[in-house]
């Protein structure tokens, strides 16, 4: 606790434990890679429902923590501060102990929960207390709601739908949501696609402030079409999730709702970034350059992460992509190439990183994550596309076991691309954490 | 766009969602695992020994494995029970008891009653929709 005490804004508290969840998802994904790829590997002491979730759940709080820390920081540099810090520490504090407790109970085989929330319910209440009181410090933080930038709006939209959404997925508990699996499972992937909305306002919202800053001029923000967007992008949040339930025996105007609305949030970033860019001087962006080279790099995986999105969103098409790595494939898309980099554009940002030697090691661990997602990416689409053949074909006549067999080749490319990612990660995180305590040291 | 335009949007919206999200809710769908019930047991099973990481529900889930929606009309009971009981070169031994196995048997029945997982028996329609 010691770091509680100096005088470093509370929410580098929760960017460096960010990055070190961040190092343990590459962990822990290594190993799941492996296990792919050497069926069996650690079958009785580490097994794949053991490390799956650790992987799963180091991604997510990475996300969610550093997400909230970016918020926490901008409002602090927007409002010279916060309405209250203790409440940031025991927001951070609740959620330390909430993660480590949880990566614990998976090590030792204790779950309970669902798909993404494994763990048992008991330690959702440390996380829906830490989330109530993120939310009181955002709204007593901004305080005046008259006439503020989009992104305001975004963050404000996001922690509160973000509890609701929460607090939903844990309906199953109560017996009349569970009785029945295909209500229980519509329920359950309505509350998670619409609380993938809610972390992606957080962090889209994040993004437009640090596109304002960079650019120096805060027009965007305050435009029509930014709140247009934003709406838009709030209106995909509560309606598109149905594109995960399609062959679900559900009512059809699931179906018909999700494919209307469509997912085009990650479209309107797009367009975003896209008018962002040219409005940026060269003076600025060299001044910005780390932040700024992530951010382009999320603009790439942006466009492409789209294309495989809206495919999705089409039934007719999700048939053949729902239940391979196709999705698996959009997932990581999202959450390394969109999340991951936006998410490190602002750790750059946060933590001032200036030094020529260290931003030129960053770079090269950018390069090399740069390099290894495409073939990454591309690896888990062919084991999708040919296991998507066998769903559809040929599930009959050859065995799953014969089938995996077929694909594996294409899981030795993913192993291997996804060790090169891990190390190209590991050179950003090794780096940005020297960098900033070392600078802490200095100072 | 004036600060009552954004506020009336944001209500319009969010009333949406509330109406769509009660709608949902108290959608009526039949019974298969009432509380209490060897179904309802299993299921809890089914989230404790986290079957999911491996295995799909619908689809939902992990990859590692096969989607066990349909496992119960597709195997025989023994069968099942040999894979619970043994494990397989990928998956551990969980030791169930006799009982566990049971629940989890009846699980299995349960969701294997709710309809078939296969996106193969889905129709594709020429506007982009499908067809059970």
Redesign the interface.
């Given at each position: 606790m010691e770091l509680l005490k100096d005088k470093k804004p509370i929410s580098h508290l929760f960017v460096i434990t960010g990055l070190l969840l961040l190092f343990s998802t590459l962990i822990f994904g290594t190993i799941g890679a492996f296990?792919?790829v050497f069926?069996?590997l650690y079958?009785?002491s580490f097994?794949?429902?053991?490390i799956?979730?650790l992987h799963v759940s180091s991604a997510v709080f990475w996300i969610l923590i550093t997400a909230c820390g970016s918020v926490l920081h901008y409002l602090i540099k927007k409002r010279n501060g916060l309405w209250s810090n203790k409440l940031a520490q025991w927001q951070w504090f609740l959620f330390t102990i909430a993660v480590v407790v949880i990566l614990i109970t998976y090590v030792l085989g204790i779950?309970?929960?669902?798909?993404y929330w494994?763990f048992h319910p008991y330690l959702a209440i440390p996380i829906i207390i830490a989330w109530i009181l993120f939310l009181i410090n955002v709204i007593k933080t901004i305080k005046d709601?008259?006439?503020q930038p989009v992104y305001i709006?975004m963050w404000l939209?996001g922690t509160v739908f973000f509890l609701f959404t929460y607090l939903?997925s844990y309906l199953w508990l109560i017996?009349y949501?569970?009785?029945?699996?295909?209500?229980d499972?519509?329920?359950q992937?309505?509350s998670y696609g619409s609380m993938v909305g809610c972390w992606n306002m957080l962090i889209y919202g994040c993004s437009i402030y640090l596109m304002d800053k960079i650019s120096g001029s805060e027009k965007y923000s305050y435009s029509?079409i930014s709140?247009?967007l934003y709406?838009l992008g709030?209106?995909n949040l509560?309606?598109n999730w149905g594109h995960?339930?399609?062959?679900?025996?559900a009512?059809k105007y699931?179906?018909?709702?999700s494919?209307g609305v469509s997912m085009t949030e990650l479209l309107l970033l797009g367009r975003i970034i896209y008018y962002w860019k040219s409005s940026v001087n060269t003076a600025r962006k060299l001044y910005h350059i780390l932040s700024y080279r992530f951010l382009l790099a999320a603009d790439l995986w942006i466009f492409l992460t789209l294309l495989l999105a809206i495919a999705m969103s089409?039934?007719?098409?999700?048939?053949?992509t729902?239940?391979?790595?196709i999705t698996?494939a959009h997932t990581m898309g999202a959450t390394i190439g969109i999340n991951t980099f936006l998410l490190l554009a602002f750790v750059c940002n946060i933590f001032k990183i200036h030094k020529p030697k260290t931003e030129k090691r960053i770079t090269a661990g950018l390069y090399i994550t740069l390099v290894a997602l495409p073939i990454f990416w591309i690896s888990l689409i062919i084991a999708g596309v040919l296991?998507s053949n066998w769903?559809?074909?040929l599930?009959n006549e050859v065995p799953?076991s014969a089938m995996m067999q077929s694909i594996h080749p294409f899981f030795v490319v993913f192993l291997i691309s996804g060790i090169i990612l891990t190390i190209g990660f590991f050179v950003i995180i090794g780096n940005l954490l020297a960098a900033y305590f070392m600078k802490t040291q200095e100072n | 766009?004036s600060?009552r335009v954004?506020v009336m949007?944001?209500i319009v919206?969010a009333v949406?969602?509330l109406c769509?999200?009660l709608f949902?809710?108290k959608?009526n769908?039949?019974?298969?695992?009432?509380?209490g019930t060897m179904a309802?047991k299993g299921?809890?099973l089914w989230?404790?020994?986290?079957?999911?990481?491996?295995h799909?529900?619908?689809?939902?889930?992990?990859?590692?494995?096969?989607?066990l929606t349909n496992v119960y009309s597709n195997r025989s009971e023994a069968y099942i029970k040999h894979f619970l009981q043994n494990?397989t070169?990928?998956?551990?031994a969980f030791h169930l008891t006799e009982q566990q196995m049971n629940e989890m048997l009846a699980y299995f029945k349960?969701?294997d009653s709710?309809?078939n997982?296969?996106?193969?028996k889905?129709k594709?329609?020429y506007d982009?929709?499908?067809e059970?």
């Open positions: 296990q792919y069926p069996g079958r009785e097994s794949f429902e053991k799956r979730p779950f309970g929960g669902r798909e494994e709601f008259r006439k709006w939209t939903e017996p949501f569970r009785s029945n699996i295909v209500h499972m519509t329920i992937w309505k029509g709140f247009a709406f709030l209106f509560m309606f995960h339930i399609y062959t679900l025996p009512p699931i179906q018909y709702v494919y089409i039934p007719a098409i999700n048939i053949y729902h239940g391979t790595h698996v296991k769903q559809m074909h599930s799953f | 766009m600060d954004k949007t944001l919206l949406s969602f769509y999200t949902l809710y959608e769908y039949s019974s298969n695992a009432e509380y309802d299921k809890r989230q404790e020994k986290n079957c999911n990481a491996c799909q529900i619908y689809g939902l889930g992990g990859y590692l494995g096969p989607d494990g070169n990928i998956m551990p349960s969701i709710s309809g997982a296969s996106p193969a889905l594709p329609n982009g929709t499908i059970r």
